[in-house]
Nanobody, 110 residues
Framework: VQLQASGGGLVQIGGSLRLSCAAS????????MTWYRQAPGKERELVARISQRGGTYFADFVKGRFTLSRDIAKNSAFLQMHMLEPEDTAVYYC?????WGKGTQVTVSS
């Protein structure tokens, strides 16, 4: 199983980014997928999760700003991020079961 996260970058405050997590050897529709992030000097924290049935959970600090979706044909999941804040600066990881992507850097500048 491989997970490939992409879509990170440098964005100004209030901007948007869409992170993608492409999976191989496992169907994203058959399991839940979770996004985590880790900022410098901080512990990894859960950002959002989409369940097998499509139900979603968001950490309080991203509610109303981030959304989740999946594209079954592309076997990928997406984290759409709006109204980004400097506090959102971190490396974002996608996770399925015990498998992790390498992470993609999101930097929000003022």
């Amino acid at each position: 199983v491989q997970l490939q996260a992409s879509g990170g970058g440098l964005v100004q405050i209030g901007g948007s980014l869409r992170l993608s997590c492409a999976a191989s050897e496992i169907n994203v529709s058959s399991t839940s997928m979770t996004w985590y992030r880790q900022a410098p000097g901080k512990e990894r924290e859960l950002v959002a999760r989409i369940s097998q049935r499509g139900g979603t959970y968001f950490a309080d600090f991203v509610k109303g700003r981030f959304t989740l979706s999946r594209d079954i044909a592309k076997n990928s999941a997406f984290l759409q991020m709006h109204m980004l804040e400097p506090e959102d600066t971190a490396v974002y990881y996608c996770n399925i079961q015990e498998y992790w992507g390498k992470g993609t850097q999101v930097t929000v500048s003022s």
